[in-house]
């Protein structure tokens, strides 16, 4: 069995409670591999139109758990810098990306060649993401990597290991 070096290392951040931990983790993982860490923030910007025909067609808000706008993903994405240097990860890129966070981690991860992407999941699951899939399910699925997905602590309403 060979171990497998990490050399890139993709995270997503939204800048949500779990952003912290799975940007941390990634960051840990990259200060150890000694590899590079290349942090997204996927955003979006939807027009009243389009928001009112999504909102119609599934029942509730489409953009949840997505980043709106840029100045929100500006700061979730400096908030992840922090971190990631706190961890003292070297950092080959920060990116903000307009559209969505599962399109954008798995182009990155395919054009920087990474060996490894981390993400953040929850487990509850909304109307929306059983009816679409959440980013976490995508990534998996579709990624040309490894996967590691990052779960609340168990402080924060997850439940704990046996």
Known sequence: ??????RTIIVG??????????VGRAAWLAAREDADLV???AYTRLSG????KNVATLGGDPRTGMVLGREAANAALQAAVDVAGAQGATIAAALLVEGEADAALL??????RAELIVLGAIQDRTLVDRLLGTVAEQVTKRAPCDVLIVRPPASQGAPAAD
């Open 107 to 112: 182009e990155i991860a395919a054009d920087r």
């Open 49 to 52: 139109r389009v928001e009112a």
């Open 13 to 22: 951040t939204d800048g949500s409670d779990l952003a912290g931990p799975t």
């Open 39 to 41: 942090i997204v923030c």
């Open 1 to 6: 069995m060979t171990k497998t070096q990490y």
